[in-house]
């Protein structure tokens, strides 16, 4: 049952990310008038599409009892250390962690901002890219996230208190 702890684990992080994601979505809106996709629609089907991909890995977890992959046992026989697969799971950990954290911050910050601090976190501190390279990522990733949604799609993103202040 050990060997299947990190599985079980991440499952469950997903299914939750995905409700908390799904939950969001609903309350920003799913669709808007006219039957027109809302602000909430793809945090609404990421979040189902987490919640979906996250039981199909517990339920495989669950299924295959002691089944090692042959990948696995030939990188555990070729004498990986165990340190590395404690780096992993921390790593994993954290990019959860933001990610929820960006989840709670939205309804604040709005969608883009709360993102683009999301991306600057994973690629400076997780990623240990340095902060020139991050700080480009995430103006980067708002960016093609603003003219996605907002120009070319015209999906309004939820502004979050923050947005509507200003």
Sequence with gaps: ???????????????????????????????????????????FVAGVLLVVFGVIIGVEAVLHRGRVPSRTLQYMQEGSAEGDEEESGRTVAVAFGLMLVTVLLVPVLGFLLSFGLLILALVTFVEREGWLRGILLSVSAIAVTWLTFVVLLEIPLPPGILGELF
């Design 1 to 43: 049952m050990r060997e299947k702890a990190p599985d079980l684990i991440g499952s469950a992080l997903l299914v939750a990310l995905g409700v908390a994601f799904a939950i969001g979505g609903i309350g920003y809106g799913v669709f808007g008038e006219g039957s027109r996709i809302g602000p909430g629609f793809m945090p």
